[in-house]
Nanobody
Framework: QVQLVESGGGLVQAGGSLRLSCASSGLAFSTYGMGWFRQAPGKEREFVTGISRSGGSFNYADSVKGRFTISRNGAKNTVYLQMNSLKPEDTAVYYC????????????????????WGQGTQVAVSS
């Protein structure tokens, strides 16, 4: 049974930082590209960042470039999202997702491409 479990969300003031974690189990982590998405109230789920199965390729939404960093640890089967300089507009439920792929260098931005999802973790940024 595949599980993705996010943690690290919370309430933070604007300008602050949070580090989200997504621990995976039940899958061969090294064969999955990973992604982070977010959904604010009344809005559609949107791409935040994605990383290839090798960890060598990644991409960010323009809204988070220069502030967020994605990384992965194969030994811990975990993907991370370091969020700095947080803004109120970053407030959302953050989800991690996993996509099986044979391509070691690709990341994925379309949520429909992903095979598994976590339950989400709430991030709230106050002004």
């Amino acid at each position: 049974q595949v599980q993705l479990v996010e943690s690290g969300g919370g309430l933070v003031q604007a300008g602050g930082s949070l580090r989200l974690s997504c621990a995976s189990s039940g899958l061969a982590f090294s064969t999955y590209g990973m992604g982070w998405f977010r959904q604010a109230p009344g809005k559609e789920r949107e791409f935040v960042t994605g990383i290839s199965r090798s960890g060598g390729s990644f991409n960010y939404a323009d809204s988070v470039k220069g502030r967020f960093t994605i990384s992965r640890n194969g030994a811990k089967n975990t993907v991370y999202l370091q969020m700095n300089s947080l803004k109120p507009e970053d407030t959302a439920v953050y989800y991690c997702a996993a996509k099986f792929t044979i391509d070691s260098g690709s990341y994925y931005e379309d949520p429909a491409q992903y095979d598994y999802w976590g339950q989400g973790t709430q991030v709230a940024v106050s002004s």
